[in-house]
């Protein structure tokens, strides 16, 4: 053990924390709190020493001055892209439509990667990677910028033009990265799938998207077991319609793959095709950027979709206030790149601003439990975002796994995705953090584009368990159904009342369902699908979604989802899928299932079901539980009384109104019911 790891004394940061003043009651669904935590923690002084907003005062004179003068504040701020052609106006806002720097023409991988060309930057690490197996590559910006134009230029070779779409399914590597920026470079739109989906996924977002090439690899490392990507795609092209005319595959594992004439090309082979010279297009502010899909209440993922100047503002924006990236950081995002936190805090962000940026493959507990802890000694990494369900996997594997390791490098922790106990919290405050690390708990979503709720760290003192106050330019409101803002600590619907930069500019191809969805609830408000209340300090506490979407490890799930993969097996009759609270994931997939006449339920069926999701889905959607039932409760007018079905799944005595429902026998069934039966 290392001296200074042992040296760490939570009781001193036990000392700094002063009473809070406010009620910090605990409060999230998706787990459950084991701990009401009440102090407040001030922002360590040795960090507000170096912040960039270091007081109170100025976050809530910017902020003021964000809202009131969007205009002024972005003008500004924007300026601190780098442009091909000035815009001309901040803001055009038609709601649910937003433009931002209309007028303005850039280009996102020019901004990531050429103009840190100019000065000391050109030779500092952009990406330091570390493979699952103990691979370790580091990436220049000159470097990444050579590959980048090179694979721009393969993609060019195969007639990506501007707009056209492209999806993204490969491991953690920086290939990743490359093609993303590698899109952004010519104006291609790309659309990143996250490794754990399956083949029918793939295939309903290539229909979707309607993509000509898919970027993947032969496999990834997770756990010490092989990924099999190209399989999965192989699978996903079966389907005669396919709009895809090529597979561009990387070699990472090298194990055997099929490879298909005329459709399929080596990354590797490509390249000796190419130079490594390869203009950054410049493309309008609010020319398409990149498409990634997201589970929301039907059973249809929705394309959410980015553009380019704002999204990138924001991103950069976020880290340069919230990280508060210096060029000396090693700063690390464990989420993966198919999720928008890989965009936006592995890809976009960091870039922008011209940081070292870490980024690692595989497993947290492989080859064993200290992994990530083995890595931010290594590699002396300063400011660490994770989620809080990772944290809550560290918990319990013990603490004998941290203190191996020195973590005296770590200057800020943050963490995204879920709703964070607060002993969670506690814990990564003390244990990782050494007492002396603000933590920003960042509230925000895919359609967000960046954070949207979030400590300023060297301003605003934080609560364990709530995400605080609005980033610049945040107008947040807790309402009832009627848009009335509800009293104090009382919970609410989350709102939005202005557009901001990096907001989504809707779903592709579907207008209708991006105004639905979003902007129906409350006229001219983003409805952002959470519940959430307001302390008296005015800090927000996010309660979790109030739709039908699940956070199962920090990644969304839609339960219509999970029901229509349920559905599509022959045996299954009926499906309802509710969350249950869970310690480690925050939630759980819990499935009711009732089956065809003459079929045998028990465990070969509840374990094939769960197969069969995984199959449909993918991994990241395998069901916790499966019970079987004779029938589902519904009201008298068929609709599934899911309410009832959550309080089932949780154990919990049923609450509420049951007059509603058709037949009050079916409640006694199904609290008996099991997938064992
Ligand atoms: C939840 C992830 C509480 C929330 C960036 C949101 C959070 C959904 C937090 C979006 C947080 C995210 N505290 N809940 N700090 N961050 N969420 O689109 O329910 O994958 O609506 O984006 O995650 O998930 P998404």
Redesign the pocket.
């Known amino acids: 053990m290392s001296k200074k790891a042992a040296a760490k004394k939570p009781a001193k940061a036990a000392k700094a924390a002063k009473p809070a003043k406010s009620v910090a009651k605990a409060s999230t669904t998706s787990s459950k709190s084991l701990l009401v935590e009440n102090r407040v923690f001030k922002p360590d002084a040795g960090f507000v020493k170096k912040a960039r907003i270091n007081s109170m005062a100025q976050y809530k004179a910017m902020h003021v001055e964000s809202l009131k003068n969007p205009d002024k504040f972005f003008g500004r701020e924007a300026k601190e892209l780098t442009w091909s052609k000035p815009f001309t106006k901040v803001l055009d806002w038609k709601c649910p439509n937003a433009k931002w720097f209309t007028g303005g023409k850039l280009n996102v991988s020019e901004n990531c990667l050429d103009r840190h060309l100019n000065g000391p930057r050109k030779t500092k690490a952009a990406l330091i990677w570390e493979g699952e197996p103990g691979e370790k590559r580091v990436y220049t910006y000159q470097q990444l910028h050579r590959e980048v134009c090179r694979f721009a230029n393969v993609l060019k070779r195969h007639k990506v033009k501007k707009g056209d779409r492209v999806i993204i399914y490969m491991p953690m590597i920086p290939e990743a990265a490359i093609a993303m920026l590698a899109c952004t470079r010519i104006g291609a739109v790309h659309s990143v799938i996250f490794g754990g989906f399956s083949a029918e996924s793939i295939k309903d977002r290539v229909l979707d998207s309607g993509a000509s090439i898919i970027i993947t690899a032969d496999g990834g490392y997770r756990r010490g077991a092989v990924v099999p990507l190209k399989k999965n795609v192989d699978d996903a092209l079966k389907a005669k319609d396919t709009p895809v005319k090529t597979v561009v595959v990387f070699k990472r594992t090298g194990q055997d793959i099929h490879i298909e004439e005329g459709r399929d090309v080596w990354w590797h082979r490509e390249l000796e095709y190419v130079d490594a010279k390869c203009p950054a297009v410049a493309l309008d502010s609010e020319a398409d950027l990149f498409i990634l899909y997201?589970s929301g209440s039907t059973g249809k993922p929705k394309g959410i979709l980015h553009s380019t100047a704002g999204y990138l503002l924001h991103a950069q924006m976020t880290c340069k206030y919230v990280f508060d990236l210096r060029d000396d950081d090693v700063y690390w995002c464990t989420a993966d790149i198919g999720?928008?936190?890989g965009h936006s805090y592995i890809v976009y962000g960091p870039l922008a601003l011209g940081a070292t940026c870490l980024m690692y493959e595989g497993a947290p507990n492989w080859p064993e439990n200290d992994r990530f802890w083995k890595i931010i000694e290594e590699y002396a990494v300063t400011v660490f975002y994770t989620a809080p369900t990772a944290i809550r996997a560290f918990m319990k594997w013990g603490d004998e796994w941290l203190k191996k390791h020195d973590l005296s490098s770590l200057r800020l922790l943050g963490?995204?995705?879920?709703?964070?106990n607060p002993e969670a919290w506690m814990w990564y405050h003390h244990k990782v953090g050494g007492g002396k690390c603000p933590i920003v708990?960042?509230?925000?979503?895919?359609?967000t584009g960046g954070h949207m709720i979030t400590p300023i760290p060297g301003a605003v003192p934080t609560k364990p368990g709530t995400?605080t106050l609005p980033f610049f330019g945040v107008d947040v409101g807790i309402v009832d159904d009627l848009g009335n803002e509800v009293g104090t600590n009382e919970q609410g619907k989350l709102v939005i009342k202005k557009p901001w930069p990096s907001m989504l500019r809707g779903i592709w191809g579907d207008k209708k369902r991006y105004q639905e969805t979003y902007w129906s609830d409350f006229k001219g408000w983003y409805f952002?699908?959470?519940g959430a209340r307001r302390d008296k300090d005015g800090y927000i506490w996010?309660i979790?979604?109030i739709d039908d979407?699940l956070?199962v490890a920090?990644?969304?799930l839609g339960t219509a989802e999970v029901e229509s993969a349920l559905v599509s097996h022959p045996s299954v009759a009926e499906a309802a899928v509710v969350g249950r609270p869970d310690e480690l994931k925050g939630q759980g997939v819990v499935c009711f299932v009732t089956v065809k006449e003459g079929i045998k339920t028990g465990r070969d069926l509840s374990e094939e079901l769960k197969k069969h999701v995984r199959k449909v889905i993918g991994p990241v959607a395998t069901p916790d539980e499966v019970r079987f039932a004779a029938a589902l409760p519904k009201t008298r007018s068929g609709k599934i009384m899911r309410r009832l079905l959550k309080q089932i799944a949780a154990g919990e005595t049923l609450k509420g109104d049951t007059t509603t429902l058709e037949d009050i026998n079916v409640i006694a069934a199904l609290s008996a019911a099991s997938g064992e039966d």
């Open positions: 997201t999720w928008v936190t963490t995204v995705g879920e709703p964070i708990d960042t509230w925000w979503q895919t359609e995400a952002a699908g959470d996010i979790g979604r979407v956070n920090g990644h969304r």
